[in-house]
């Protein structure tokens, strides 16, 4: 194309005027130099004067060479744009020759290292119907006439989207394969391949008319057999069992609608800029890889708010990819945000499939459907929004379904991603408080939307990192001998494998443990955490500032995972950003400030602790053992830690193994030593003297645990003087007793006497073998279990301890009487 061209100065400046884009450049391998630093070329697919003209403005955006610029290597001049198909011709024999010429460059010269970087350019992201793929406005993406172009500048000309590849190294290539025509070639095939799945991430397969779409679900052979048994067991008609399985399917059936999202993606930009002064998002381009590369992407976040929905699919559709098909609960189904969530990719599920084996055949179906048609899926793992700011236990079911998809024959790679989603603000922390007192959740409607709506105010910033992705052939692999021989090629339905439950159990584990690999330390949480770990709730600012200079120093120079988002501020700046949200209760006196959390406030404010409380859990046990010992060695101190740590792993999902506690607690260790905390001599860590200022800052750390360790006092106490005891019991007891050290210690937290907490580490517990069973059914607590409870008791302060131990021998009263 001869982009200097009369015709060209002619258009360019209507196009600027008429278009508007965003710019989107993957990263570089961090073996290669930044985009734009070595000699580059770019490959379009097509002579689009309106790609063109989106390239040259995001390059100068990108600040990359003009495309209007040609390329001098050594004296010799190269087009710095080539094109795959060239005007009025699907022949690709002039980016072939300019690819050779490229290569041959190389061999001229070994230095040189020129990047060829593939561009897409997409008007709009419809990914058009099935059955009508030609039609005018849905071949956006393909590479349409003069005529159709001229549409699509009119009507999608506010919506583009400019994507710059990964840039591929011509220097190396030359070197391992040559310069020959074949190299070329297969050089300009693969980078025809790679704008069929840019085209694919972008906007996703091309959509099934929903009518069809239940129809060809109902006439599948798993389906069929599903109809055929409901029919027997319930002795109904078979079109009596057919329509009610076609009536599951519309329940259950998203109805995309690329054009509602566009009016969406208005919609958010205006209410994000207005409630969030920000959303910082991490490892979108190793997702962008993954779509790429042609993953069947399945995002597993962990669920806080009903906006995660919203943000999730919002960000996603920012970072250049098409939005993800959502499992919501069906209770979102109602008139009207269930039909514009289903516009947007929302399908129902219900809470419960037991007992309706049809449905759950349907279900299944469906998701197996969205997994072969290419479509990526969201789902919650947890099941439901936490209420206590803490992951919860994960529910099995939808990743018991991926796996059984994998079983189904599924061709394309199928990767689990891991998602952290925080806030400074959520909305329904007050409503969470309400019903972990007892009140029953309410029930969605219309009514309440509009009120959340009214409600919405400045909510701090907004968090979204998407952690290590789980290739599920890879993990199957690890984990099974020969699974694949439980693959059926065909249509029907496989049948479980033994080894089903006890490998999604892990998988399950794996993905909670990479959301909280992702977590996200904000002003917010962290000054939560500083000001609750204090007596009354309240610290003095200076204080408050050296603790959370205290936070930052642990969190950067001994960071849980590489993916954590730490913040890069100093303690001050945190503290200015914390103060904005209105959430602290600031009182001047003669001597300074004074910052404290009201009583009722103190109790939403552990929301936001437990989002991040798995990160400061070891080294808040550490500081424990040094206020509680005075003096330890790092052997004493890593045996301790190691001897509660399974527990802890399984309650907050860490994702570091006992045998790595050595190295973790030394690096611990030696931080606290740089921050002066805790002093190192004649082989001992001591505490600092109680008069040193940095004994409040080593006090504060350790309480960050204490409240964990009281909790496992309790139940080992308990189960010490009460057995035999049943399970259910040595749960409702434990929680009674947690609930009366809360009530005589002012303890604050929900989570403290929550059900799910007491249940999983009574859990973790029978795991470790530390609980037998008797032939009654009882709990009968194993040899162990003595040690383990008198070390932890030396690490809670003794008012407390007494408390626990007078409660329990006065519940053992009241059990006998």
């Given at each position: ?11 360019k ?9 965003i ?5 570089v ?23 063109f ?20 290597v050594?004296g ?15 022949s ?9 010429q ?11 290292d020129?990047q060829v ?10 990914p ?5 793929a ?7 993406l ?7 172009k001229?549409?699509?500048v ?11 590849s990964r840039?591929?190294s ?9 310069s020959?025509?074949?190299?070329a ?6 980078a025809?391949?790679h ?5 694919h991430?972008v906007a996703?397969?091309k959509?099934?008319?929903r ?14 057999k599903a109809?055929?048994?409901?029919q027997?067991?319930n002795k ?7 329509k009610k ?6 329940e ?6 690329e054009?509602?999202?566009r009016v969406?993606?208005?919609?958010m ?14 490892g ?5 890889k ?9 995002y ?7 906006m995660?929905?919203?943000?999730l ?5 920012k970072?250049g990819?098409?939005?993800p098909h ?5 209770n979102?189904?109602?008139f009207?945000?269930?039909?514009i969530?289903?516009?947007?990719g929302?399908?129902?599920?219900r809470?419960s ?15 197996c459907?969205l997994?072969?048609?290419?479509y990526?899926?969201?789902y ?11 992951l919860l236990?994960?529910?099995t ?7 059984q ?8 790679p199928?990767s689990l ?6 806030y ?7 409503t969470?408080?309400?019903e972990?007192?007892?009140?029953s959740k309410?029930?969605e409607?219309?009514?309440?939307v509009l ?11 907004g968090?979204v990192?998407f952690?290590?992705p789980?290739n ?9 001998d ?7 090629r065909g249509?029907?339905e496989?049948?479980?494998?033994n080894w ?9 584990e794996t ?7 992702s ?5 917010v ?5 500083a000001?609750?770990?204090?007596e009354?709730?309240?610290?003095t ?13 642990l969190?950067q120079e001994?960071?849980?995972t ?5 913040p890069?501020?100093s303690?001050e700046e945190l503290?200015r950003?914390?103060s ?7 009182e001047?006196?003669?001597?300074g400030?004074?910052?404290?959390l ?9 929301y ?5 409380l798995?990160?400061?859990?070891v ?11 005075k003096?330890q060695?790092?052997e004493?101190i890593?045996?301790r ?7 802890i792993?399984?309650e907050?999902f860490l994702s ?7 190295l973790?607690?030394?690096?611990i ?9 805790i002093?190192y ?9 109680r ?10 750390l350790?309480?960050?645990a204490s409240?964990t360790?009281?909790r ?7 189960l010490?003087?009460?057995?035999p ?5 040595l ?13 005589i ?5 929900p989570?403290?006497?929550d ?9 973790s ?10 032939d009654d ?7 162990e279990i ?17 408390t626990?131990?007078q ?5 053992l009263i009241?059990?006998?009487?």
């Amino acid at each position: 194309m001869a982009t200097q061209s009369w015709l060209y100065s002619m258009v360019k400046h209507p196009l600027r005027w008429m278009t508007r884009f965003i710019a989107i450049a993957d990263d570089v391998d961090e073996q290669r130099s930044p985009l734009g630093t070595q000699p580059l070329v770019y490959v379009m697919r097509s002579t689009s004067k309106a790609d063109f003209s989106i390239l040259q403005r995001a390059a100068a955006a990108k600040k990359l060479p003009d495309p209007q610029h040609p390329l001098t290597v050594n004296g010799k001049s190269f087009p710095r744009v080539m094109f795959l198909e060239q005007a009025k011709s699907d022949s690709n024999e002039q980016a072939i020759e300019e690819f050779q010429q490229l290569l041959s460059a190389h061999q001229a010269d070994p230095e040189l290292d020129i990047q060829v970087c593939p561009v897409g350019v997409f008007w709009g992201r419809k990914p058009g119907q099935e059955a009508n793929a030609g039609a005018a406005m849905t071949g956006d993406l393909d590479d349409p006439g003069p005529l159709l172009k001229f549409w699509l500048v009119l009507f999608s000309g506010r919506q583009v989207l400019c994507r710059f590849s990964r840039p591929v190294s011509l220097g190396t290539m030359a070197q391992q394969s040559g310069s020959d025509f074949k190299i070329a070639h297969k050089l300009a095939r693969v980078a025809r391949v790679h704008f069929v799945r840019m085209r694919h991430a972008v906007a996703g397969p091309k959509l099934s008319d929903r009518n069809e779409l239940m129809q060809s679900l109902i006439d599948s052979p798993a389906l069929k057999k599903a109809v055929a048994d409901e029919q027997k067991s319930n002795k109904t008609s078979a079109a009596a069992a057919r329509k009610k399985a076609l009536s599951y399917v519309n329940e259950i059936a998203a109805n995309y609608s690329e054009t509602l999202v566009r009016v969406l993606d208005r919609f958010m930009t205006w209410m994000w800029s207005r409630i969030y002064n920000g959303i910082e998002v991490r490892g979108g381009d190793n997702i962008r890889k993954l779509a790429q590369q042609g993953h069947e992407v399945i995002y597993v976040p962990c669920h806080r708010s009903h906006m995660d929905y919203l943000l999730l699919s919002y960000v996603i559709y920012k970072e250049g990819l098409v939005p993800p098909h959502i499992a919501a609960g069906v209770n979102l189904n109602f008139f009207p945000v269930g039909s514009i969530f289903r516009r947007g990719g929302a399908f129902f599920i219900r809470r419960s499939f037991r007992g309706n084996k049809l449905y759950s055949a349907v279900f299944r179906e469906y998701l197996c459907w969205l997994f072969q048609k290419g479509y990526p899926v969201e789902y919650f793992a947890e099941g439901g929004r936490s209420r206590t700011g803490r992951l919860l236990p994960p529910k099995t079911g939808m990743l018991a379904m991926t796996v059984q998809g994998m079983l189904r024959g599924q061709q394309r790679p199928i990767s689990l991603v891991p998602v952290y989603l925080g806030y400074e603000h959520i909305m329904e922390v007050s409503t969470y408080l309400k019903e972990l007192k007892g009140k029953s959740k309410e029930k969605e409607s219309m009514w309440k939307v509009l009120g959340s709506v009214r409600n919405l105010k400045n909510f701090g910033q907004g968090y979204v990192t998407f952690g290590q992705p789980i290739n599920l052939k890879s993990f199957l692999d690890q984990q099974v001998d020969n699974w694949q021989s439980s693959i059926t090629r065909g249509a029907e339905e496989p049948e479980r494998p033994n080894w089903l439950t006890p490998t999604v159990n892990r998988l399950a584990e794996t993905v909670m443990r990479g959301i909280n690999d992702s977590a996200a330390a904000n002003s917010v949480n962290l000054s939560a955490l500083a000001l609750l770990s204090s007596e009354h709730h309240a610290l003095t600012r200076e204080e408050l500032l050296l603790q959370l200079q205290v936070y930052l120093g642990l969190l950067q120079e001994v960071p849980y995972t590489e993916r954590v988002n730490v913040p890069q501020v100093s303690a001050e700046e945190l503290w200015r950003q914390a103060s904005r949200t209105d959430k602290f209760t600031i009182e001047d006196d003669a001597m300074g400030q004074v910052v404290s959390l009201e009583s009722a406030n103190a109790i939403a404010m552990t929301y936001y602790r437990n989002n991040i409380l798995h990160l400061m859990i070891v080294p808040g046990i550490v500081a424990t053992i040094m206020v509680a010992k005075k003096q330890q060695t790092a052997e004493q101190i890593v045996d301790r830690i190691q001897q509660v740590y399974p527990m802890i792993q399984a309650e907050l999902f860490l994702s570091h193994e006992t045998e790595d506690i050595a190295l973790w607690v030394s690096a611990i260790l030696e931080e606290l030593q740089r921050q002066q905390l805790i002093t190192y001599r004649d082989g001992n860590y001591h505490m600092v003297s109680r008069e040193s200022p940095q004994w409040l800052q080593l006090q504060l750390l350790g309480r960050s645990a204490s409240e964990t360790l009281q909790r496992y006092s309790i139940v080992l106490e308990l189960l010490q003087q009460a057995q035999p005891i049943q399970r259910a019991e040595l749960e409702r007891h434990s929680i009674t007793l947690a609930e009366r050290l809360s009530s005589i210690h002012g303890i604050n937290a929900p989570e403290f006497y929550d059900k799910k907490v007491m249940t999983t580490f009574i859990g973790s517990l029978k795991s470790q073998q530390l609980l037998q069973v008797n032939d009654d059914g009882q709990q009968i607590a194993a040899p162990e279990i003595g040690p383990l409870s008198d070390m932890i008791d030396e690490l809670i302060d003794p008012p407390v301890l007494q408390t626990i131990r007078q409660s329990v021998q006065q519940l053992l009263i009241e059990m006998k009487s």
